[in-house]
T-cell receptor
Framework: AQKVTQAQTEISVVEKEDVTLDCVYE???????LFWYKQPPSGELVFLIR??????QNEISGRYSWNFQKSTSSFNFTITASQVVDSAVYFC???????????FGKGTKLTVNP | GAVVSQHPSWVICKSGTSVKIECRSL??????MFWYRQFPKQSLMLMAT?????????EQGVEKDKFLINHASLTLSTLTVTSAHPEDSSFYIC??????????????FGSGTRLTVV
């Protein structure tokens, strides 16, 4: 069965520090998609990135970067020069069994202090 | 961009009453919508997949008669918590597929509904 593990429950950093959020996944599928979502205190989930299993290229978008490594079944997310507005819960997710369904990790609560 | 509107944002109801939560896709048609439940400091657990014009598909362990889902149009899905009890208190969040092509382009989520049953 698909599973997503986000071992870091809470992380607290000071503004401008870099921070990496870990995500390890388990799946028997050869084709799958991985996602990162941000959930600010307001509650809605904001889509950040999608990666398919055949594309191991790392991606950078502004201060955000993602490192996808199939060899270790990891899809880690790094925020460079963190800002207070980055404070949120971040979820890693995996498609389930080739279906439309998403399996979410338990999330990592990031607090960026001024 | 694709927007999903969810109402109400929060609701308090008495034990034994029913509560309806609406999920609307504002600028796209959604054949499929998903309903999740999130407990405090917990992950999102998929409750059911709502399909326009047909019966919803519930995940294992979710009571169909307690959580009634209706997806009568391409822009509206509703979740009704019937005979609510305090243990139903939770954060309910819906999502929809703007592209109609599954998760490839990412799903859009509503802002969630905080239900408190007293």
């Amino acid at each position: 069965a698909q599973k997503v593990t986000q071992a870091q429950t809470e992380i607290s950093v000071v503004e401008k520090e870099d921070v990496t959020l870990d995500c390890v996944y388990e799946t028997r599928d050869t084709t799958y998609y991985l996602f990162w979502y941000k959930q600010p205190p307001s509650g809605e989930l904001v889509f950040l990135i999608r990666r398919n299993s055949f594309d191991e290229q790392n991606e950078i978008s502004g201060r955000y970067s993602w490192n996808f490594q199939k060899s270790t079944s990891s899809f880690n997310f790094t925020i460079t020069a963190s800002q207070v507005v980055d404070s949120a819960v971040y979820f890693c997710a995996l498609t389930q069994g080739g279906s439309e369904k998403l399996v979410f990790g338990k999330g990592t609560k990031l607090t960026v202090n001024p | 961009g694709a927007v999903v509107s969810q109402h109400p944002s929060w609701v308090i109801c008495k034990s034994g009453t029913s509560v309806k939560i609406e999920c609307r896709s504002l600028d796209f048609q959604a054949t499929t919508m998903f309903w999740y439940r999130q407990f405090p400091k917990q992950s999102l657990m998929l409750m059911a997949t709502s399909n326009e014009g047909s019966k919803a598909t519930y995940e294992q362990g979710v009571e169909k008669d307690k959580f009634l889902i209706n997806h009568a149009s391409l822009t509206l899905s509703t979740l009704t918590v019937t005979s609510a009890h305090p243990e139903d208190s939770s954060f309910y969040i819906c999502s929809a597929d703007p592209s109609g092509q599954g998760p490839y382009y990412g799903y859009t989520f509503g802002s969630g509904t905080r239900l408190t049953v007293v």
